[in-house]
Nanobody, 115 residues
Framework: RLVESGGGLVQAGGSLRLSCKDTRAITSFFNPKTWVWYKQAPGKQRELVAS???????NYVDSVKGRFTISRDNARKMVYLQMTSLKPEDTAVYFC????????WGQGTQVTVSS
């Protein structure tokens, strides 16, 4: 149900735009939810990176503030993560889900940042 895309291999300082689509096409579920981008680095637990509420309030972990921007398109049931000034420590598989993690996880999208 969740399909993430947009990852890739970039050099430090580069940019990527990640996309996440809820393929179930149930607007009544998507729109009221707070949506979250998570990341999971090798050997580490999955952690929250950024969130966006149904009123477009956003929150970010300190390590990405000023570099990443989360957005959403309710009509298309899409969530985006614009990533700029990428650092090697951003390397991870990125996933999206609701704040409650109420959906089955997608396959994620790999982001690799070389130094």
């Amino acid at each position: 149900r969740l399909v993430e895309s947009g990852g890739g291999l970039v050099q430090a300082g580069g940019s990527l735009r990640l996309s996440c689509k809820d393929t179930r096409a149930i607007t009544s579920f998507f729109n009221p939810k707070t949506w979250v981008w998570y990341k999971q680095a090798p050997g580490k637990q999955r952690e929250l990176v950024a969130s966006i509420s149904n009123t477009w309030d956003t929150n970010y972990v300190d390590s990405v503030k000023g570099r990443f921007t989360i957005s959403r398109d309710n009509a298309r049931k899409m969530v985006y993560l614009q990533m700029t000034s990428l650092k090697p420590e951003d390397t991870a598989v990125y996933f999206c889900n609701t704040l409650e993690q109420s959906l089955n996880w997608g396959q994620g999208t790999q982001v690799t940042v070389s130094s």
